[in-house]
């Protein structure tokens, strides 16, 4: 049986071989360095005592105290740290004696300073420089020698490398490559379906082990690529089917934002679900605010419930039992779709869907919110504009006509200028009055997409004004009326409340808001004053000719008739900004 060693065991002997030298040379270096620091300093010291021989020449003459300085700056160099290292064990034998050499010639020189032997100090000064030089030269040639043998023992541990890589290379390609290279030949065989493979054979623990798994894993491929294919058809089928899926939704979720967001695209959305699933019944129930329910439903309709109660069969009633998916974000419910199925159902599709149909429905309704709020801030704007303008070119009228009738001398006042003077004063206050009424009914805010709480607010105003009982019974759901219809009949409602308890001197006002079964709203403001007849002399009046405007705007229409026991009734009739439901 053929002995088996560990390959990890192998490659990290190699590995040691290397680093050891590697290592070698790296303290090898270490150490040559060591020796060399200093030779710069050392040749820079040597070569500053030429400089500073001449200089003290110039000296000889001069202050005998600077003198003395300039022979201690020389003496310091010349024992410096860096020049005696010349004198170390490792320093050639030419260098410790070129140095003190130097040290002996320097105590000559020294001499002729001290008898003041200016002559024989020049006289001995090329001698001394030269002798200067040739230390200068015997430590660039220690220095030369020191990184020659650094070269020559790097060039050696290279050489070293390389053999030992040499070496580790050929026995890896040997011992490891090629078995690994059949092993590859055994993966490529395997990847083309070939599973009856032959493994090499190996000395290395690690190799075996992995040409025993290939083996292996060959053998458990066999078995299982037997039902590969149909896995993979399987799995075809489910991505194909989650395709469908994210299409149907994208596709639905561009049909409801590609416009305003009405039943007839919910229906239409609601129909594809119930096409693309293949379901019995599905409808859309929605929840407002106020309590009302509103539901909407496929093409097909909903299933009858009492011919439901009269089925026959148990099984079949609760297969056919409905299931809810909520519309819910975070914390506020929509509604919920219901369906039934006679098959299973797929619940990730129908909760996305749900989740698509929440956010569509809550950015409707906050796209709403904004139109409202963006024309309230308008009329606020218009407001303040006659505020500024109209408003104070009336009062400024006002004033200049009580002015002018002051001032007019009584003796020229006749009958028909008095009559003037009359109608352009009331004609004056009439215009300011009729001005603060519209300032009124542009000033007033809807916070919310809420008309009833908006005609609310504003009747608890002319309660307090008139002190007449006005009773408000507002019965319309919130998704029936537009944003900009919103402040149509407000306004409306405001200007017909305001002409009864001016001009019908009621004791009691109600007004009725409702959607009738001709599937038309309706605003009826019922009073039980004097009747219609107040209206004769006002059929030119402008408040009343606005009115009729704003019902044109509705696309509706507004009548005054009189009461069977006493009043008037103002009735405006217009549709609903979308279609009404069927259930």
């Avoid at 044109?552 to 008739?561: A, M, Y």
């Amino acid at each position: 049986m053929t002995k088996r060693g560990s390959l990890t065991s192998t490659i990290l002997r190699l590995m040691l071989v290397l680093i050891f030298i590697s290592s070698s040379l790296a303290v090898y270096s270490i150490i040559n360095l060591t020796f060399s620091i200093g030779d710069a300093r050392a040749i820079n010291a040597s070569g500053s005592l030429r400089m500073q021989s001449y200089r003290l020449k110039l000296f000889l003459d001069r202050d005998e105290k600077l003198l003395n300085e300039k022979i201690s700056l020389f003496e310091a160099t010349l024992h410096s740290e860096a020049l005696e290292r010349s004198l170390t064990w490792y320093s050639p034998d030419d260098l410790s004696q070129q140095y003190l050499l130097v040290i002996n010639k320097w105590e000559q020189m020294r001499s002729h300073i001290e008898n003041n032997r200016q002559d024989l100090y020049s006289a001995s000064l090329k001698d001394f420089v030269d002798t200067i030089d040739l230390l200068v030269l015997e430590m660039e040639r220690f220095a030369a020698l020191k990184l020659r043998i650094l070269v020559i023992g790097q060039i050696i541990g290279l050489f070293l490398m390389l053999i030992v890589a040499t070496a580790a290379t050929r026995y890896t390609r040997i011992r490891m490559v090629e078995p690994i290279l059949q092993l590859m030949d055994v993966a490529n065989a395997i990847s083309k379906g070939n599973f009856k493979v032959d493994v090499p054979q190996t000395e290395y623990v690690e190799l075996h082990a992995l040409g025993e798994a290939f083996k292996k894993t060959a053998s458990e491929l066999d078995t299982l690529y037997q039902d590969l294919e149909g896995q993979v058809n399987d799995k075809t089928i489910a991505l194909t089917r989650a395709n469908n899926e994210l299409s149907f939704l994208y596709d639905n979720l561009i049909r409801l934002h590609a416009d305003s967001l009405d039943y007839k695209s919910l229906s239409s959305a609601l129909t594809h679900l119930q096409q693309f699933e293949d379901l019995d019944y599905v409808r859309l129930v929605i929840e407002h605010v106020d309590n009302s329910v509103d539901c909407i439903e496929a093409d097909n309709g909903w299933i009858d419930t009492n011919k439901q109660e009269h089925t026959a069969d148990t099984a079949q009633e609760a297969q056919n039992k409905p299931v809810k998916y909520n519309l819910q974000l975070e914390d506020k419910s929509l509604g919920y779709i219901e369906v039934i199925s006679h098959k299973p159902l797929n619940n990730m599709l129908f909760v996305n869907f749900a989740m698509m149909l929440t956010r569509s429905i809550v950015i409707h309704n906050a796209t709403e919110e904004r139109q409202q709020l963006a024309l309230m801030e308008e009329r606020a704007v218009i407001a303040r504009e006659l505020h500024d303008s109209l408003g104070q070119l009336l009062s400024y009228l006002k004033i200049q006509v009580s002015l002018l009738r002051k001032q007019m001398d009584p003796n020229c006042i006749t009958d028909k200028v008095e009559t003037q003077l009359i109608d352009i004063n009331d004609g004056v206050s009439t215009a300011y009055g009729q001005l603060r009424e519209l300032l009124s009914t542009f000033r007033l805010t809807i916070k919310d997409p809420n008309l009833g709480q908006a005609i609310e607010v504003m009747l608890s105003q002319l309660r307090k004004q008139s002190g007449i009982e006005i009773n408000l019974n507002y019965q319309l759901s919130p998704h029936l009326l537009a944003a900009k219809q919103h402040i149509h009949v407000l306004q409306l409602t405001r200007e017909a409340t305001i002409n009864a308890i001016k001009h019908a001197k009621p004791s009691k006002i109600e007004i009725d808001c409702f959607l009738a079964d001709s599937d038309m709203i309706h605003i009826n403001i019922k009073d039980d004053g004097i009747g219609v007849s107040h209206l004769k002399e006002r059929d030119q009046h402008f408040g009343i000719g606005i009115m009729h405007e704003r019902a044109t705007k509705l696309h509706g229409s507004v009548k005054f008739d009189n009461n069977p026991k006493g009043g008037t009734t103002v009735s405006l009739v217009f549709p609903p900004q979308q279609e009404p439901l069927n259930g």
